[in-house]
Nanobody
Framework: QVQLVESGGGLVQTGGSLRLSCAVS????????MGWFRQAPGKEREFVAS????????YYADFAKGRFTFSKDIAKNTVYLQMNSLKPEDTAVYYC?????????????????WGQGTQVTVSS
């Protein structure tokens, strides 16, 4: 059974940084495509970024380009989302997701496993 546990969320001021972590259990972690999504109150879940199983391919939402960086540490079975220059509109619950297909993907239904989410709040 695959489990994803996010951490690293919190309250930060505009312009600040946070690094989200997602620890993944499962013997085939290195083969998963991984993604980050977010959901603000009253809004649909929104794609943030994705990384391929090898880490060689990444894909970002336009709002994340240049500010967010997705990385993975296979030895630690963990992926990271470094978020810089945060804005109030980045406030949301951030979810980590994994897919058995190792390629990048931007649609929620393309993912097979989900974490419980971590809250990120950016104050103005």
């Amino acid at each position: 059974q695959v489990q994803l546990v996010e951490s690293g969320g919190g309250l930060v001021q505009t312009g600040g940084s946070l690094r989200l972590s997602c620890a993944v259990s499962g013997r085939t972690f290195s083969s998963y495509g991984m993604g980050w999504f977010r959901q603000a109150p009253g809004k649909e879940r929104e794609f943030v970024a994705s990384i391929s199983w090898s880490g060689d391919s990444t894909y970002y939402a336009d709002f994340a380009k240049g500010r967010f960086t997705f990385s993975k540490d296979i030895a630690k079975n963990t992926v990271y989302l470094q978020m810089n220059s945060l804005k109030p509109e980045d406030t949301a619950v951030y979810y980590c997701a994994a897919r058995n297909d190792g390629s990048v993907a931007a649609i929620p239904y393309e993912y097979d496993y989900w974490g419980q989410g971590t809250q990120v709040t950016v104050s103005s």
